[in-house]
């Protein structure tokens, strides 16, 4: 209720840009399949179930990640959410924004679109932070908070949604966020890693093992475990079939853990 999805569509319009919502991604996430839309579906419950939580975080984040780079390797394009900015570490021409708000307006702000009282309002502003707390340790092992994870920080306490939509598309056109060759080549390689690590963990020979992907310029390189010879041959044949992958080589004995934006 800060007023973020206003915002979003703010920079969007003032800088001819794609808006993006969870939503996009989750309808990207159900093109891999049934056992993607099952992981997807399964994980509100799984907050609250650790064992099938556990099972379920590392292909829902690998999934969500691929989704969200595919929009961003297209560039020109807004994500309009929270905390699945932690997915693209190390990208550069991307700008982490977070907006907070005091709480009476955002109170108010509920009031007006819920439709309930002031107390009914604040109460549900209050259990949404809190839900998100949660959901950012659980996924992510991060406070959302921690102005660390952005870029820039925005208070809506003075500042209109309009001055911080000119503050924020004045930024981007600076050249630290600008994209580069190098830039561009390093989100394509995250990118085809995203690819193959969520085409391993949506196809039912290879989910079982956690399995980790590294690409530079076509080439991947795969991390994991000791596999017998037919489910290495599956894990490969997988891989290959990846769109953009040229050659793949194998490394066992080495499960990785997900990388996330420090």
């Known amino acids: 209720m800060t007023g973020g999805q206003a915002l979003g569509r703010c920079v969007a319009e003032r800088l001819s840009?794609?808006?993006v919502r969870r939503e996009d991604l989750m309808s990207v996430i159900d093109?891999?399949?049934e056992h993607a839309k099952k992981v997807r579906a399964s994980l509100d419950r799984a907050t609250r179930a650790y064992d099938q939580f556990s099972q379920l975080r590392r292909p829902y984040l690998i999934l969500m990640r691929e989704a969200l780079l595919g929009f961003i390797r297209g560039?020109?394009?807004v994500y309009n959410g929270f905390a699945s900015h932690l997915l693209v570490p190390g990208v550069q021409c991307c700008m982490r924004v977070r907006i907070t708000a005091p709480l009476a307006m955002r109170v108010s702000n509920a009031v007006e679109r819920l439709g309930v009282t002031a107390d009914e309002a604040r109460e549900a502003v209050e259990r949404e932070d809190e839900e998100r707390l949660r959901w950012g340790r659980f996924m992510y092992g991060r406070d959302i908070r921690d102005p660390s994870l952005y870029d820039v920080c925005f208070s809506l306490e003075?500042?209109?949604p309009a001055t911080v939509c000119s503050m924020i598309a004045a930024g981007l056109?600076?050249?630290e966020f600008q994209p580069t060759p190098e830039?561009?080549?390093a989100l394509e390689d995250l990118y085809l890693g995203a690819c193959v690590e969520a085409a391993l963990v949506s196809d039912a020979r290879t989910l079982a093992w956690e399995i980790g992907a590294q690409a530079r310029e076509g080439t991947v390189l795969l991390e994991g475990p000791f596999l017998e010879d037919a489910q290495l041959a599956d894990?490969?044949?997988?891989a290959r079939a990846v769109a953009g992958v040229r050659e793949v080589e194998y490394q066992p004995g080495c499960v990785t853990s997900f990388q996330l934006a420090p």
């Open 17 to 19: 840009l794609q808006l």
């Open 31 to 33: 093109t891999r399949g």
């Open 75 to 77: 560039g020109n394009c």
């Open 158 to 160: 003075k500042a209109s």
């Open 173 to 175: 056109r600076e050249k």
């Open 183 to 185: 830039s561009a080549r």
């Open 235 to 238: 894990v490969l044949e997988v």
